[in-house]
């Protein structure tokens, strides 16, 4: 079949789907598992040495090649850089407000929230969560709306805009068919030299984290982000310094679905435009990120 006709195909069979079950945005289905992986970030470990970048291109094939020596430029952290269609991962370098001169560095992937926004925007289920913890991506599923790219509270999904024919939204798997699957541990993970990560079920994770904070309480704010943000995250992260410095926003404790599926609810009965969903739930996202704290 011609990914031409294939990509029509996959876009008709999307618009018919709509047309014929009414397909509204929708949240998990399955029961978040008290038994369910995750990932603990510790950034006061992290020295940005990009190990964990290199250790993701290597894994994922489907990734654009890189060579070892382009993982060995730091100089890429003088920006700010967020996932792309080329990245799975990226390590950033933020100003330490609490020790100006000693930088710290931040390791960004999906979260894999505990109610993803992505699966509930996806009007053709190419996202889904899995009972290990893992928010998962379909490409055969996939239309192209990007209403998934809209609802990340993260920023997560990127898309591959270069690529004409057959472009596909981009995200970090969790390793999942690579690694998990398998009864291993994440490629990033497994690569860090400094054990910036702890993997291991999640309820356990949250329990190392509470002991840390509460051994060196002059090293660690007093937060576990993720244990309870947008409803909870597989991913989570302590920190020397607040959250918002390293580009974590404050997003309360509600789970993203609760405030994205009104507005897709709306569009679907009221047929309102593709952008009415970026520009609402860009507004919501805004709103959240800049309301004080009030959890
Ligand atoms: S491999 Fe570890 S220390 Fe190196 S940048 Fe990644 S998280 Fe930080
Ligand atoms: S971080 Fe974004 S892309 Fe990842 S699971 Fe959550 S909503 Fe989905
Ligand atoms: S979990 Fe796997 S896909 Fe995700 S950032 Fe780590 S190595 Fe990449």
Not at 183 to 210: D, H, W, Y
């Amino acid at each position: 079949m011609s990914t031409n006709r294939r990509s029509f195909i996959k876009q008709a069979a999307g618009i018919g789907s709509l047309a014929l079950f009414g397909k509204k945005a929708h949240a998990s289905r399955l029961q978040v598992s008290p038994d369910q992986f995750g990932v603990l970030v510790d950034i006061t470990r992290c020295v940005g040495c990009r190990s964990c970048e290199q250790a993701c291109n290597e894994i994922n094939e489907d990734l654009p090649r890189k060579s070892p020596e382009t993982f060995k430029d730091t100089s890429v952290q003088e920006k700010r850089r967020r996932m792309d269609y080329s990245a799975y991962t990226v390590v950033n370098r933020y100003e330490n407000r609490n020790n100006p001169g000693m930088p710290v560095y931040a390791k960004f992937q999906c979260m894999h929230c505990l109610y993803p926004a992505c699966e509930s925007a996806c009007i053709v289920g190419a996202f889904e969560r899995q009972a290990n913890g893992a928010v998962i991506y379909d490409a055969w599923k996939c239309i192209g709306c990007r209403y998934c790219m809209a609802a990340c509270p993260f920023q997560v999904p990127a898309y591959e805009f270069s690529n004409v024919l057959t472009p596909q939204v981009r995200k970090c798997t969790f390793c999942f068919e690579t690694r998990l699957t398998q009864g291993g541990m994440p490629a990033c993970v497994q690569s860090c030299p400094m054990e910036v990560m702890t993997f291991g079920k999640r309820n356990s994770l949250i329990k190392i984290a509470r002991e840390r904070i509460k051994k060196y309480p002059a090293r660690y704010v007093n937060h576990i982000y993720g244990e309870n943000e947008v409803g909870g995250t597989t991913w989570m992260y302590i920190s020397s310094v607040p959250f918002q410095d390293i580009d974590l926003p404050h997003l309360g404790y509600h789970p993203a679905p609760g405030y994205t599926e009104p507005i897709q609810h709306a569009i679907f009965k009221w047929f309102l435009p593709p952008a009415a969903v970026f520009a609402g739930l860009g507004g919501i996202w805004w709103y959240l990120k800049n309301k004080k704290s009030d959890e």
